[in-house]
């Protein structure tokens, strides 16, 4: 079946770049989303890439995608306090009739230090 | 314009007690998820609805029920919780079947 997988914890300098990265296994999926969790928050969608593209850029963010190899990243610029959450990739929609059924990643926890 | 709204935001439960989580969305939203977060753990999907009066099953639907008896409404409910349900609920709307998903802010259970 479908899964997502991504490492749970990543600790950058504040300026650095943060890169996280996510690897799934069914390559039938449409689109691959990143979606951002702030504490005490519900999920946020950040970015999303169509499948057959390979990049997509949007002010700090770059999303890679890596069809071959099933890898999808997502780079932060200049990555600040505020970027602090948890991280989480997906993939799909799926579902009979496309009822948009997304699956998770268990998500990168991001921590930004001075 | 206050998108998805969960509550109650908190409970504690007993084995065996029964609860309902109330999802509220003024978005329009003909779909509507609820989905649980564990630690470790992706999202995974409770049950869903794609429209006023319609249910369906998601990945892990045992021990819970739904409701979508109005549009802007999606109430999930626990008949007899167990500690196994100790979770962080989701609920989610989009707009139609490939639309960005909006979520609550979460509701946090612990059953003891």
Same mark, same amino acid.
Do not use: A, E, V, Y
């Given at each position: 079946g479908e899964d997502v997988e991504q490492s749970l914890f990543l600790s950058v300098r504040e300026g650095d770049s943060s890169v996280i990265n996510c690897t799934y &296994?069914?390559?039938?999926? &449409?689109y691959l989303y990143w979606y951002k969790q702030e504490p005490g928050a519900g999920l946020q969608l950040l970015t999303y890439i169509f499948s057959n593209m390979d990049m997509k850029q949007d002010q700090r963010l770059t999303v890679l995608l890596n069809k071959k190899d099933k890898h999808l990243s997502l780079r932060i610029a200049d &990555?600040?306090?505020?970027?602090?959450a948890i991280y989480f990739c997906a993939e799909g929609p799926y579902g009979i009739g496309g009822h948009n059924k997304l699956i998770f990643g268990a998500g990168t926890r991001l921590a930004v230090h001075p | 314009n206050a998108g998805v709204t969960q509550t109650p935001k908190f409970r504690v439960l007993k084995t065996g007690q029964s609860m309902t989580l109330l999802c509220a969305q003024d978005m329009n939203h003909e779909y509507m998820y609820w989905y649980r977060q564990d630690p470790g753990m992706g999202l995974r999907l409770i049950h869903y609805s794609v429209g006023e009066g319609t249910t369906a099953k998601g990945e892990v639907p045992d021990g819970y029920n739904v409701s979508?008896?109005?549009?802007?409404n999606f109430l999930l409910g626990l008949e007899s919780a167990a500690p196994s349900q100790t979770s962080v609920y989701f609920c989610a709307s989009s707009l139609d079947s490939h639309g960005e998903l909006f979520f609550g802010e979460g509701s946090r259970l612990t059953v003891l």
């Open positions: &296994t069914d390559s039938s999926s &449409t &990555t600040q306090t505020g970027d602090s | 979508r008896l109005k549009k802007q």
